[in-house]
Every structure is written in structure tokens, then in C-alpha cells.
């Protein structure tokens, strides 16, 4: 046996013993109480306004997508580590286009809440019960959330059951912020009291500072995700251009090839998610589900 071969196989051994070290139940538990990829993977497409997409329409497609680009880099370099590259980047592209669009929409929410908010509260200073001022929301609340609230009323004037409305609705918004707004209505409604129009206005405030906050912090950092983007694109363009020669792609083909492009591909990933991670404002996880 060679000594790399040896070094390997010793490498990997103090690595497992290293890893046998740490418990795995606590990352488990905390996986499964976040409901895994799928469960993400749901909530975006909710946040993203493709409530009739599944999560396993979005994965098919990444799969076919992935096949498509491949046979057509096949065809155009014939040089098959290329090709897995740019097909596992057009089958991750559905699930960041998802990612994208939600965390957009997110951002526009976040400016509406404070104004769905402030109705509720009009609408429970004037005498309306909660299903009530939150039905009319469905009319006077913003364009945006509309659909989610017609058809909470909807769903109130046929089931009359006001608890379960609430966990459709929160199903149906899938946001952080309205999972709060649903289950602060919903004590207020197991437990009464008269502090409900404090509550929502101390809410509504609360809301737009945050808002306020985040806009400015999100504007002064979004050079640094622009210029990951930027970072981690340039090398694969360059790739492509070389590709559409075919002349000097032959290197690629050899073993030493598919570690290069394999190294390349890794270092691009963890660049990129580094200056994601120190650029990027840390989303709201959905505590109340």
C-alpha cells in the first residue's frame, strides 16, 4: 500500500474518532423541529405565492433540468465533468429562483404588515369581533394579502371555527410576522381582556421600526452579496467561453480534471456562503408554527 494511501486511511480513522466524540441527538431534534429541507423548501413556496407548486414539483424539475443542460453540454463540449458541472448548477437554479422570489416577497410583506396591523386595530376599536376585522382585511387591506385573508373569511363563514381558520391562514401566509399577529389573536381571544388595542399598536410599532431598520441595513450591505454573486459566476462564464471552443478542454477529462473542477466548484460554494453569511441580514425562522 502506498503511503498515501496510508495517510488517507489514517486521516479518516482519527476523523471518525473525532467525530464519535459529539452527540448527534441535539442537531436531529433541532432538524426535525424546523420539519427538514421539505418543510423549508414548503414555506417558501407559500412565502413565494406558489401555493399550488409542491415541493416535489420544484425537485422533479431540478432533476430534469439537470439531465437537460447535461446532454446539451455533452453535445456542445463532450467533456463530462463540464457537463455535471453546469448541470448541478441549472438543477439548483429552480430552488434559489424559489428562494429569491420568497425572500423578495418577504421583504415586501415586512413594509405591509404594520398597515394590516393598524386595520385590525381601527376595526376592533369600532366594535368588530376578531373574525370580523380580520374578514374585512380581505377588502381593505393591502393588495398582497388580500387572497389570504377572503379566504380566512371564506373559510370562517363556512366552518365558523375560528381556531382552525387561524392555523389555515397561518399555513397559507407562512411568515414569521404572521404567525405572531395569528397567535396573539388567538389568546387574545381564549383569554380577553381589554389590552388588545395596546397589543396591536405596540405591534404595528414594533413592525415598522423593524422594517425601517433592516431597509437601511439591507441597502448599505447588498454590495457585498452583489460582488459574491459577481465572484463565484466569474470562473464558470470563463469555463463556458472556453467551452464553446472545445479546443483545450481535453485537460479536463482526466482524473486530475474532475479534482480540479471539483476543488473549484467546493472553494466557490464556501466563498460564497461566507460573504452570504457576513453580508446578509439573518432571516425570521417560524418559532410559532
Known amino acids: ?102 425572500r423578495q416577497r418577504r421583504n415586501k410583506l415586512r413594509d405591509l404588515w404594520p398597515d394590516a396591523v393598524d386595520n385590525i386595530t381601527s376595526g376592533v376599536r369600532a366594535g368588530l369581533a376578531l373574525p370580523e376585522a380580520l374578514a374585512q382585511l380581505a377588502v381593505r387591506g393591502p393588495e398582497e394579502l388580500r387572497p389570504a385573508f377572503a379566504a380566512f373569511a371564506e373559510d370562517y363563514r363556512t366552518s365558523g371555527r375560528f381556531h382552525d381558520c387561524l392555523d389555515r391562514l397561518k399555513d397559507r401566509l407562512s411568515d414569521p410576522v404572521a404567525d405572531r399577529l395569528v397567535e396573539s389573536l388567538r389568546i387574545a381571544r381564549e383569554v380577553g381582556g381589554s389590552d388588545l388595542g395596546k397589543l396591536l399598536r405596540t405591534l404595528s410599532t414594533f413592525l415598522r421600526e423593524d422594517s425601517r431598520t433592516r431597509a437601511e441595513l439591507e441597502t448599505r450591505q447588498s454590495w457585498t452579496v452583489s460582488a459574491a454573486r459577481l465572484a463565484v459566476a466569474a470562473p464558470w462564464i470563463v469555463l463556458a467561453m472556453l467551452a464553446l471552443k472545445g479546443d483545450s478542454l ?9 479534482l480540479v473542477l471539483a476543488i473549484g466548484a467546493g472553494l466557490c460554494v464556501v466563498a460564497y456562503r461566507a460573504m ?5 441580514l439573518p432571516e425570521e425562522e417560524r418559532v410559532l408554527r
Open 1 to 102: 500500500m502506498s503511503p498515501l494511501a496510508i495517510g488517507l486511511v489514517l486521516g479518516a480513522g482519527v476523523f471518525c474518532i473525532y467525530w464519535s466524540c459529539w452527540p448527534q441527538e441535539r442537531r436531529e431534534d433541532s432538524a426535525s423541529s424546523r420539519g427538514g429541507f421539505t418543510a423549508e423548501l414548503r414555506d417558501h413556496l407559500h412565502q413565494a405565492g406558489y401555493a399550488s407548486i409542491t415541493p416535489g414539483n420544484v425537485l422533479v424539475g431540478s432533476v430534469v433540468l439537470f439531465g437537460l443542460v447535461f446532454l446539451l453540454v455533452m453535445l456542445v463540449a463532450r467533456v463530462v465533468p463540464i457537463a455535471v458541472c453546469f448541470g448541478v448548477i441549472a438543477g439548483c437554479m429552480p430552488v434559489s429562483i424559489v428562494r429569491m422570489r420568497a
Open 250 to 258: 481535453g485537460a479536463y477529462s482526466s482524473p486530475a480534471g474532475w
Open 276 to 280: 452570504v453569511w457576513i453580508g446578509r
